[in-house]
């Protein structure tokens, strides 16, 4: 599958960490959050010497912007010659990982966490070149489902403390809500993974998000208790709001990187409106630029803001569906801006004959229904502050009805609530 990333992106990023070494850059982006060797990690992966994982759970049939941080890190640690391996969760995505959770994750049968898996391959081929020798995708569930459990508890039970785990942070959010004994063996699930990975592949360094932490200090453990050897573990920052708040959140859910749950619009859109306080922090944890034109961004104030957004915006669209994508994306946003301008390129939501009572829909339904508000509640005080327009028109009465034969008539109409959402209605 075509790569997204640019051969000039990733040409300028090698001849920068040529000089500079890969893990400075990763600092000097604010990606690194903790190491358990710092000294082995940069000497490893600045020398292109590590293999290293990370673990992805098939929980839906798409990465989402969750998911988008690792992928970047994982593309800038290849290009600097280090080896990855994605570990898609076959095995611990039947059990669910606690971290980040206050209620257990649902539970998923086979048959959907293999086409989940299958999913995530075509989605990570934009970003990791998996040719002979480059990198491979491997799935737990080839050894941890043929586990048996007695034999799991004398090899690696013995291991681990339960006082240490019941202490690690991904465990005491739950207590209060009850943990499963199910949730409670995924630590030992995952620090089995990089033993597994250590023996099979040579897999020396574990990466991932900062709230896996005490789940990658067990697998290290595991490979020093069993084999005597060392591995080493580091964690990225989450990519939060200036509020501390995770990113990727939309009135529909998650941000998804499949156009078919989140369109290209969308997904530009997100990160065109992104608040001021975050956009030079998300060009540096998530772009390729260089990190000299950022600091000339950096000087950026006020509404000369918007310059950077759109950069971000273009550039995180490009990587996930393409320049081509990502210019319609664009154009589409500007001419909107502009004045209302139609555009192609606009998010469109369909209506079919049940949706309309009596030939009409009301305003507040018509605004849930295309995804411009999550409640009728929402809605309704949109509509009442006025905040919602129909092809350019300011609607103030929550009771206002657009017939069938209004939008028939016109082939289309464009509903915009408050300055940056606008949807493109049709039957």
């Avoid at 990733?10 to 990606?31: D, P, W």
């Avoid at 020798?133 to 799991?152: C, H, P, Q, R, T």
């Avoid at 709230?211 to 697998?219: K, P, T, Y």
Wanted: aromatic share 8%.
């Amino acid at each position: 599958m075509e790569s997204y990333i640019s051969a000039v992106s990733t040409t300028a990023f090698k001849e920068r960490i040529e000089i500079m070494g890969v893990y400075e850059e990763l600092q000097a982006r604010g990606l690194i959050a903790q190491v358990t060797d710092e000294d082995e990690i940069r000497e490893l992966i600045n020398t292109g010497k590590a293999t290293f994982y990370i673990g992805f759970d098939p929980t839906a049939d798409s990465l989402h912007v969750g998911h988008f941080m690792a992928l970047c890190l994982m593309k800038r640690l290849q290009l600097a010659g280090n080896r990855p391996i994605v570990l898609v969760g076959g095995g611990t995505g039947m059990i669910g990982d606690p971290s980040g959770r206050t209620d257990m994750r649902q539970m998923l049968t086979k048959e959907t966490i293999e086409h989940n898996c299958e999913c995530f391959r075509k989605q990570m081929s934009k970003f990791i070149d998996f040719s002979e020798g480059k990198a491979i995708m491997v799935n737990n569930a080839d050894w941890l489902l043929d586990l048996n459990y007695v034999e799991l508890l004398r090899e690696v039970g013995a291991h681990f403390s339960v006082n240490r785990m019941l202490a690690a942070e991904c465990y005491k959010q739950r207590m209060e809500r009850g943990l499963s004994f199910l949730e409670f063996n995924y630590m030992i699930m995952q620090s089995y993974d990089f033993y597994a990975l250590y023996q099979k592949y040579g897999c020396n360094m574990q990466f991932g998000g900062d709230d896996q932490w005490s789940n990658m200090l067990g697998g290290t453990e595991l490979i020093r208790r069993k084999l005597g050897k060392d591995a080493y573990a580091m964690t990225i920052n989450l990519l939060l709001t200036s509020e501390g708040k995770k990113m990727g959140k939309t009135q529909k859910g998650a941000l998804w990187l499949d156009a078919e749950k989140t369109s290209p619009y969308e997904f530009y859109q997100y990160w065109r409106n992104i608040g001021d306080a975050d956009v030079i922090k998300c060009i540096k944890m998530i772009t390729f630029l260089p990190l000299e034109e950022i600091a000339e961004l950096e000087k950026l104030e006020g509404a000369d803001l918007n310059k950077a957004k759109e950069i971000l915006a273009f550039e995180t669209t490009k990587m996930i569906h393409g320049e081509e994508a990502a210019e319609k994306a664009q154009q589409a946003a500007r001419a909107l801006f502009a004045g209302g301008a139609d555009s192609d390129n606009i998010p469109t939501t369909v209506l079919a004959d049940d949706d309309f009572t009596d030939g009409g829909i009301n305003i507040v339904d018509l605004l849930v229904k295309a995804s411009l508000a999550p409640s009728k509640s929402e809605a309704r005080r949109n509509v009442t502050q006025g905040g919602v327009t129909v092809d350019g028109e300011k609607i103030g009465d929550p009771a206002y009805l657009i017939t069938k034969d209004d939008i028939a008539s016109k082939g289309e109409i464009v509903v915009k609530r408050g300055k940056k959402s606008f949807r493109k209605i049709k039957i």
